[in-house]
């Protein structure tokens, strides 16, 4: 069957591919153009399944089982007695995992990498991406799914800017191998999670880096969110290489120096289990950043996952609601052919679905975190500069 219309997808990460997906199902040609020269970072290392991931895999042919860990508990760990537990199942899975079962069956689909968005023009049912690189793409309807720094949403909303949370996550993906025997029993089969003023963090086993899933060959991943004043934080994003990062510092690059504090707080800080797992790690970090919601459609172009707007990570939804906009995208652009006007009323309605939802769980994260009084006037501060 020849495809409805031809969209162009900006962004290559898990949220792109899930467009590619859904938008193919639905009946278009797709083309997915991702920034990045080579392999792609993981800007998160542990996802939690939820229905709208689940939903897409079985899509595919895949269970959620096939990618992911399960757990059987939930503990939270204290500085001076022993955890509190309650069984809660759950399923677990990675980045790099997911990226893996969405990008194989691609493969045949058009993947441009080195493709940093510079321009977007539209005449008549045609859409014409420009990119840094002189490439020109051609198509009828473009998806931005490129992310926080959102190029897209620069070119088609310029005024929309994210705002420093007040908090950064670092991060660690270590294989459970390398881990102590004694650490490893306290943290397998649980979501483990601690919190006090200023600070929370939570870990979890995933997949290994090639989706194994046998004891011995997963992986354990943690995060720690703790308070930085903006200002502290070009320090801590500061590389060892000289790169200029300002939304993800990668595994490898965090300054020695920066490696040392971290360490030092995290012994002073944390429980001694959380501690020793951070002294194991190789540590990386994320700012947490806000995006209000304002608009995801535009002409013939729409915004999905945090390209739209973020939500914060204490809602563990941040990759199930870029897939859940993907899905509602595709519904509305279904039948759709160049040539007749846009499905504008299905892709208001979509729109004003999608806004509600994203407020929802963007206020959700914010309870969250000042739970914890992470991103707060009054919370703990830490990272400071002299």
Same mark, same amino acid.
């Given at each position: 069957? =020849?495809?409805?219309?031809k969209?162009?997808?900006?962004?290559?990460?898990?949220?792109?591919?899930a467009?590619?997906?859904?938008? &193919?199902?639905?009946?278009?040609e797709?083309a997915?153009?991702?920034?990045?020269?080579? @392999?792609?970072?993981?800007?998160?290392?542990?996802?939690?399944?939820?229905?709208?991931?689940?939903?897409?895999?079985?899509?595919?042919?895949?269970?959620?089982?096939?990618? $992911?860990?399960?757990?059987?508990?939930?503990?939270?760990?204290?500085?001076? =007695?022993?955890?509190d537990?309650?069984?809660?199942?759950?399923?677990?899975?990675?980045?790099?995992?997911?990226? /893996?079962?969405? &990008?194989?069956?691609?493969?045949?689909?058009?993947?441009?990498?080195?493709?940093?968005?510079?321009?977007?023009?539209?005449e008549?049912s045609?859409?014409?991406? +420009?990119?840094?690189?002189?490439?020109?793409?051609q198509?009828?309807?473009?998806?931005?799914?490129?992310?926080?720094?959102s190029?897209?949403r620069?070119?088609?909303?310029?005024?929309?800017?994210?705002?420093?949370?007040?908090?950064?996550?670092?991060?660690?993906l270590?294989?459970? $191998?390398?881990?102590?025997?004694? *650490? #490893?029993? *306290?943290?397998?089969g649980?979501?483990?999670?601690?919190?006090?003023?200023?600070?929370?963090?939570?870990?979890?086993?995933v997949?290994?880096?090639?989706?194994? #899933?046998?004891?011995?060959s997963?992986?354990?991943?943690?995060v720690?969110?703790?308070?930085?004043?903006?200002?502290?934080?070009? &320090? #801590? *994003?500061a590389?060892?290489?000289?790169? /200029?990062?300002?939304?993800?510092?990668?595994? %490898?690059?965090? @300054?020695p120096?920066?490696?040392?504090?971290?360490?030092?707080?995290?012994?002073?800080?944390?429980?001694?289990?959380?501690?020793?797992?951070? =002294?194991?790690?190789?540590?990386?970090?994320?700012?947490?950043?806000?995006?209000?919601?304002? &608009?995801?459609?535009?002409?013939?172009?729409?915004?999905?996952?945090?390209?739209? %707007?973020?939500?914060?990570?204490?809602?563990?939804?941040?990759?199930?609601?870029?897939?859940?906009d993907?899905?509602? #995208?595709?519904?509305?652009?279904?039948?759709?052919?160049?040539?007749?006007?846009?499905?504008?009323?299905r *892709?208001?309605?979509?729109?004003?679905? /999608?806004?509600?939802?994203?407020?929802?769980?963007s +206020?959700?994260?914010?309870?969250?975190? +000042? =739970?914890?009084?992470?991103?707060?006037?009054?919370? /703990?501060r830490?990272?400071? $500069?002299a």
């Open positions: 069957m =020849r495809p409805g219309f969209a162009l997808i900006i962004g290559g990460s898990v949220g792109g591919l467009a590619a997906h859904e938008l &193919r199902a639905a009946g278009a797709t997915v153009y991702e920034r990045s020269a080579g @392999r792609m970072q993981a800007r998160g290392a542990g996802i939690v399944m939820q229905p709208e991931v689940e939903a897409l895999l079985v899509g595919l042919g895949m269970s959620a089982e096939s990618v $992911s860990v399960e757990l059987r508990e939930r503990q939270q760990l204290h500085i001076h =007695r022993s955890p537990r309650y069984e809660a199942p759950q399923l677990m899975t990675a980045w790099d995992t997911l990226y /893996r079962a969405l &990008r194989e069956p691609l493969a045949g689909v058009c993947y441009r990498l080195d493709s940093a968005l510079s321009r977007v023009r539209v008549g045609d859409v014409t991406a +420009e990119f840094a690189d002189g490439y020109t793409a198509g009828n309807f473009l998806v931005g799914a490129d992310g926080i720094g190029v897209t620069r070119l088609l909303d310029p005024a929309a800017r994210p705002a420093y949370a007040g908090y950064v996550a670092w991060r660690g270590e294989p459970e $191998s390398a881990l102590p025997g004694d *650490l #490893l029993d *306290l943290l397998a649980r979501f483990t999670f601690f919190g006090a003023d200023g600070l929370q963090m939570l870990c979890y086993l997949p290994g880096p090639g989706g194994e #899933l046998a004891v011995g997963r992986r354990v991943n943690w720690w969110y703790t308070n930085v004043l903006e200002r502290d934080v070009p &320090r #801590l *994003l590389s060892r290489s000289g790169r /200029r990062f300002t939304t993800f510092l990668p595994p %490898g690059e965090m @300054r120096d920066v490696v040392a504090e971290v360490v030092a707080t995290a012994d002073a800080s944390l429980p001694p289990p959380f501690a020793e797992l951070v =002294r194991h790690g190789e540590v990386f970090m994320q700012p947490v950043f806000d995006l209000r919601p304002f &608009r995801m459609v535009a002409d013939h172009a729409a915004l999905i996952g945090d390209a739209a %707007g973020t939500v914060r990570p204490h809602t563990a939804s941040g990759t199930s609601k870029a897939f859940g993907a899905a509602g #995208l595709a519904a509305a652009m279904r039948g759709w052919t160049p040539g007749h006007d846009l499905p504008a009323q *892709l208001a309605d979509w729109e004003e679905q /999608r806004l509600i939802h994203l407020v929802r769980l +206020e959700m994260g914010i309870n969250l975190a +000042e =739970r914890s009084a992470l991103g707060t006037a009054t919370g /703990r830490f990272f400071t $500069s």
